[in-house]
C-alpha cells in the first residue's frame, strides 16, 4: 500500500517564529516510516500549550524531530516500517508523537499508538494522547495519587485539568482545581470536580484548607509556576507532593522553601516530549490497561471545545492563547 500514497501533502510549518499568523500551510513530501514505525493518515490532530510555546521559539522539537508542530494524532494506518509488530493497515490509533501533527500523514513510532479508546470517533481521539499521557504519568506514576487521597490541580478547564479532573474521580480523589470564571467552574464540576476555585476572587491556599480541615491537599499538579509556588507549598499537606509541569507565570520565582522540610514535602517536575520511545510505549500500556476501560464505562471522555480545518491552525492557536477555551481545541483534516 505504501506505492498507492500520494508523494506530497498539507502540512502547517512557522514561517518565522511570532504570532498565531506565522502558522502556514505548505506543500510537502510525504514521510515514510522507518524500522518500528507506522505511517499514520491524520483525521484528528490535537493542539497544546508547547505547540504554542514551539511556535514562539521557546520549544524547539528534539534532535532529529521534524519541524512540523502536533503532539497527538488520530487517524489510520496507511504503511508500516520493517520490525512493527502489533498494527497493520487500515487499523486506527491515537497516538502521541514528538511533532509532525499539523498534517495530512504522520509518521508514529509504534510503540506510542494506541487502538482508538471504546466509543470515541476518530474525529475526537486525536485530542487524548498528549493530556492522557501528560496526567497518567504526573499524576499517577511521578504524584502517586491513592484513592481516597486529595488533589489540586491548577487550570482546571484547561486540556490538561479536565483530564486530571476526570482521571483523579475516577481513581478516587477528591478534586479540587482553580478556574477564571464561573462557566469554567461548572464545567469542572460536571466532570467530577468536589470543588472549583475562581482563582480571581478566592485564595486557593484558604479554600483548600477549609475544606480539608487545616490539612492541605496530598498532591498538586502546577503549570503556572510564578508565585503559585510558594502558594503551593502552603496548601500541600503534610507529606504532601507537587508536581510541576510548565512554567506559565514564569520559571524565576522567589519563595521561602521551609515548608518544604518542616512538612516533608515531595516537588518534583518532568517533560515529556524528550523521553524515549520506550518510556513513552509503557505509559500508552499503562493507560491502555487502566485508563482505556473508563471511556468504555462513559466515566471518562474527552470534552472538546472547538475543531478547526488543518488549514486554520493560525485560528485554533489564537483560541488557546485567548484562554477562553474550555477542554480540547483540534484541527481536522478533513481526510
Request: glycine share 12%; hydrophobic share 45%.
Amino acid at each position: 500500500m505504501t506505492a498507492k500514497l500520494p508523494a506530497t501533502m498539507i502540512a502547517i510549518r512557522c514561517q518565522g517564529f511570532g504570532p498565531p499568523e506565522v502558522l502556514k500551510p505548505v506543500e510537502v513530501p510525504v514521510p515514510r516510516p522507518g524500522p518500528g514505525e507506522i505511517l499514520v493518515e491524520v483525521v484528528s490532530a490535537g493542539v497544546n500549550r508547547p505547540d504554542v510555546l514551539q511556535r514562539k521559539g521557546a520549544y524547539p522539537p528534539p534532535p532529529g524531530v521534524t519541524d512540523i508542530p502536533g503532539l497527538e494524532i488520530a487517524g489510520r494506518v496507511v504503511a508500516c516500517g520493517p520490525d512493527t509488530t502489533r498494527f497493520r493497515e487500515g487499523d486506527q490509533v491515537c497516538a502521541l508523537v514528538a511533532g509532525g501533527g499539523y498534517a495530512e500523514y504522520c509518521v508514529v513510532p509504534e510503540p506510542q499508538a494506541l487502538p482508538l479508546p471504546p466509543g470515541v470517533p476518530i474525529t475526537e481521539a486525536g485530542g487524548i494522547p498528549e493530556t492522557f499521557f501528560t496526567v497518567w504519568t504526573n499524576v499517577f506514576e511521578r504524584g502517586r495519587l491513592k484513592a481516597g487521597e486529595s488533589f489540586l490541580v491548577h487550570g482546571g478547564s484547561s486540556g490538561i485539568g479536565v483530564t486530571a479532573i476526570q482521571l483523579a474521580k475516577a481513581f478516587g480523589a477528591t478534586v479540587f482545581c482553580t478556574v477564571g470564571s464561573a462557566e469554567k467552574a461548572e464545567a469542572c464540576r460536571a466532570l467530577g470536580a468536589d470543588r472549583a476555585i475562581l482563582y480571581r476572587e478566592q485564595d486557593f491556599v484558604a479554600v483548600v484548607k477549609e475544606a480539608t480541615g487545616g490539612r492541605g491537599v496530598d498532591l498538586i499538579l502546577d503549570m503556572v509556576g510564578g508565585d503559585y509556588v510558594a502558594r503551593n507549598l502552603e496548601a500541600a499537606a503534610l507529606e504532601g507532593r507537587i508536581v510541576q509541569i510548565a512554567w506559565l507565570k514564569g520559571s524565576t520565582i522567589t519563595a521561602d522553601f521551609t515548608k518544604l522540610m518542616t512538612k516533608r514535602l515531595t516537588w518534583t517536575g518532568s517533560t515529556l516530549r524528550p523521553r524515549s520511545i520506550a518510556e513513552k510505549g509503557a505509559i500508552a500500556r499503562a493507560l491502555e490497561e487502566k485508563v482505556w476501560p473508563l471511556f468504555a464505562s462513559g466515566r471518562v471522555r474527552v470534552p472538546i471545545y472547538r475543531t478547526f480545518p488543518l488549514a486554520r491552525a493560525a485560528d485554533a492557536h489564537a483560541l488557546m492563547e485567548s484562554g477562553v477555551h474550555i477542554g480540547k481545541i483540534l484541527l481536522l483534516t478533513g481526510r
